[in-house]
């Protein structure tokens, strides 16, 4: 009996798991994910249909040159502070349903900035957005001159709790912009924590934003991430797609495709990023 519940745990847990399969949102293989920074004053109507606006010509921009995904970002504040009030939220939640209604083509994420977990998983589910990045999860880390406060075991019980079990999470780990506690910590290591915390899928990053990571470090994250996606998610460009694209599943990418990192997104720059990533799926026969 004991035996037969512990099989059925494993059935169910591994059920659980493939209805967070990052990768099959998408139609094609090395999926790439555009990412842009929301207008950060939302307060008034005037402003929220503003900031739709250009988020709906960012969607068609990415849409039209054949990007696959296009990651959303709030700027909520720092490390949990200041506290996003339900008024706040409101305002970011209007402009997320707006945008995700109006990608036919494109699959949206977001995410609020810098360290609301919770918050952006609310947003998530409650908008119709597919899948959140969250930069700080596993990995202890020092950014903003403090300790990060992590709490993955709560977040996911977060996301059973309001139903957004089917919300990819996407994890950094150690995340640009940010100083790991343990410094002796590899790549690998990381990741095999991170997995073992239940993130969906792991973010490798350089030092900051706008940086690609040395082909080496997803190389060195693959080691400890078993079966769960590697996304690039910085610094990613035309330039080094050939040298980037072979060791990663997917990737995020802002700067090298805009007029500065957070957009707008730039259409010449867009098309150039895509047809690179055409040839090379196509060289590969993905």
Sequence with gaps: MRVTLVILFSILSFQSHAANDFLSLFKNKKPMIAALMVERDLSTEEKRQKAIQWCKEQITIAEKAGMEGILFEFRGGKILEPKINEQKFKNMLEVSRAFVSAAKNIVVGVEILWHYPQETLRLAHESGAKFV??????????????????????????????????????????????????????????????????SDGLIVTSTKSGKAPDPVRPQTARKGAGALPIVVGSGFSYKNAESLLPYVDAVIVGTSISVKTGGPLVPEKVNQLMTKVRQFRKAKAL
């Design 133 to 198: 990045r969250v930069d700080f999860f596993s990995d202890e880390v020092i950014a903003d001159d403090k300790k990060v406060p992590l709490d993955p075991k709560g977040l996911l019980a977060y996301r059973k709790k309001i139903g957004a079990d089917k919300v990819v999470l996407l994890t950094d780990i150690q995340v640009k912009y940010s100083k790991m506690v343990d410094p002796k910590m590899g790549l690998d290591q990381s990741a095999k924590k991170a997995r073992g915390l239940g």
